[in-house]
């Protein structure tokens, strides 16, 4: 069956522009996990939503940056008024459910860079 | 908080050879221990979790890991490495309580040799 997809593939943007990266989960997976992983880094968690809700945003950068999740399906990060700290890779992840042993299967994710 | 640790950036290893990966993690209780594998252009692939039980844990594509709490490692390891396990290699830690948050280490990529 398909897996997590992540588009745009790469985005360029200039700075002080909005962007917005999309996901689709793989279907039935009710939990949704976005992550940025900066040059050289390992992943660092910025979201998750169990359904349409959001009850961790505690690795949201800034106020910048914002999340929805509509129909328990698509999801879409945003970020406003984009720098040039914002480039990086970011993932998707989705599991069956929020369950901590639950299995995460990544996207190819989006690779932005603000010049 | 938690936090993961691998020790070596970049590895080399010879086809043929056996790998030793390492991650040490720091978290005040049992922790939930994962690896991942990222290849160029692919996304993250699960090779293989730690929950609860036997310490010494096989995964996918011939890797095992085993979990030492004396030590706070879980280090990732195979006997005889292929062309194909050039890749970057994750390790990260969750636990019960975080909902599938996990955190993670910076990699480790590995070269393989002809």
């Known amino acids: 069956g398909a897996g997590v997809s992540q588009s745009p593939s790469n985005k360029v943007t200039e700075k002080g522009k909005d962007v917005e990266l999309r996901c689709d989960p793989i279907?039935?997976?009710?939990?949704l996990y976005w992550y940025r992983q900066s040059l050289g880094q390992g992943l660092e968690f910025l979201i998750y939503?169990?359904?349409?809700?959001?009850?961790?945003k505690s690795g949201l950068p800034s106020d910048r940056f914002s999340a929805e999740r509509t129909g328990g399906s698509v999801s879409t990060l945003t970020i406003q008024r984009t720098q040039q700290e914002d480039s990086a890779v970011y993932l998707c992840?989705?599991?069956?459910?929020?369950?901590?042993?639950?299995?995460?299967?990544f996207g190819p994710g989006t690779r932005l860079t603000v010049l | 908080a938690q936090s993961v640790t691998q020790p070596d950036i970049h590895i080399t290893v010879s086809e043929g050879a056996s790998l030793e990966l390492r991650c040490n993690y720091s978290?005040?209780?049992?922790?939930?221990l994962f690896w991942y594998v990222q290849s160029p252009g692919q996304g993250l692939q699960l090779l293989l979790k730690?929950?609860?039980?036997?310490?010494l844990v096989q995964g996918i594509k011939g890797f095992e890991a085993e979990f030492k709490r004396s030590q706070s490692s879980f280090n990732l390891r195979k006997p005889s490495v292929h062309w194909s396990d050039a890749a970057e290699y994750f390790c990260?830690?969750?636990?019960?309580?975080?909902?599938?948050?996990?955190?993670f280490g910076d990699g480790t990529t590995l070269t393989v040799k002809p």
């Open positions: 939503f169990q359904g349409n809700s959001a009850p961790d």
């Open positions: 992840a989705s599991s069956l459910s929020r369950g901590s042993t639950d299995t995460q299967y």
């Open positions: 990260a830690v969750g636990a019960a309580t975080n909902a599938g948050k996990s955190t």
């Open positions: 730690y929950f609860s039980g036997d310490t």
């Open positions: 978290y005040g209780a049992t922790p939930y």
């Open positions: 279907s039935g997976h009710t939990a």
